[in-house]
């Protein structure tokens, strides 16, 4: 385990409080467009607003998005656990056999699962699997506070 999402509203709000509350340095804020495809097959974009604190453990501070899994929940904001994995496909495979059903993974072109899974558990929480083959990046650029 590396990090821990949260889906927030108020993105700016959010990266405030967490740094007012508990000293947390962010690294980027990363604004894009995913290419995902979803538990039904289905190819989308979706605009993506996030930003990983800068030490271990890891929060992802995900702006919420009506529309896509990305929103908040009547239970918690929090919205999955994040592992990196080497074996996306078989990993991904396991937690579907355990009755975590795929939600969504990344994709490139009509390639998928790339990247990254998100999993959804019956107690309405998200395993994410994050492909091992990003963490030299990630290391270097998200997880850096901005100007380091």
Do not use: K
Not at 4 to 17: E, M, S
Not at 96 to 115: D, I, K, V
């Amino acid at each position: 385990m590396y990090h821990v999402g949260i889906v927030v509203a108020d993105f700016d709000a959010g990266l405030a409080r967490f740094r007012d509350l508990l000293g947390i340095v962010w690294g980027p804020v990363v604004s894009t467009e995913v290419e995902v495809r979803d538990h039904e097959g289905i190819d989308r974009v979706w605009p993506l607003r996030m930003c990983y604190s800068t030490q271990a453990p890891y929060l992802e501070l995900i702006e919420e998005r009506e529309g896509t899994p990305w929103v908040c929940n009547e239970h918690s904001n929090l919205h999955h656990i994040g592992y990196f994995t080497d074996a996306l496909v078989t990993d991904s495979g396991r937690l579907e056999q355990s009755h975590c059903p795929l939600e969504l993974s990344g994709r490139a072109g009509t390639t998928a699962p790339t990247g990254y899974t998100y999993h959804r558990d019956p107690l309405g929480v998200r395993i994410e699997f994050v492909d091992t083959e990003t963490r030299a990046v990630m290391e270097a650029y998200m997880f850096t506070p901005p100007g380091a």
